[in-house]
Nanobody
Framework: QVQLVESGGGLVQAGGSLRLSCVVS????????MAWHRQVPGKQRDLVAD???????NYADSVKGRFTISRDNAKNTVYLQMNSLKPEDTAVYYC???????????????WGQGTQVTVSS
């Protein structure tokens, strides 16, 4: 069983910071990819930032220079440091990972339950 548990969301004023965490619990797998997405009601879920096994990262243009994705391999945890937050960053943020089970050739997608981030003006 794999479970992704996010934390760190909340209410913050514009210009403030938050750090989201996502712990991937379970065993018998290797994490191949981790990402943060966000979604506002009535709109599609968008990629915010991602990180590949080798350390390559990508960011949405709207968050470049403000958000940083990082990972603690020993803790199977991915973080999203969000600085200089804007009201338009308000959304539910979802953690996403691709895992490869030991002995399996394929990668499987898993998602967290989401954590609300609200930025007031």
């Amino acid at each position: 069983q794999v479970q992704l548990v996010e934390s760190g969301g909340g209410l913050v004023q514009a210009g403030g910071s938050l750090r989201l965490s996502c712990v991937v619990s379970g065993s018998g797998f290797s994490i191949r990819y981790m990402a943060w997405h966000r979604q506002v009601p009535g709109k599609q879920r968008d990629l915010v930032a991602d990180m590949f096994t080798g350390g390559t990262t990508n960011y949405a243009d709207s968050v470049k220079g403000r958000f940083t994705i990082s990972r603690d391999n020993a803790k199977n945890t991915v973080y999203l440091q969000m600085n200089s937050l804007k009201p338009e960053d308000t959304a539910v943020y979802y953690c996403h990972t691709k895992l490869r089970w030991t002995g399996d050739l394929y990668e499987y997608n898993y998602w967290g339950q989401g954590t609300q981030v609200t930025v007031s003006s």
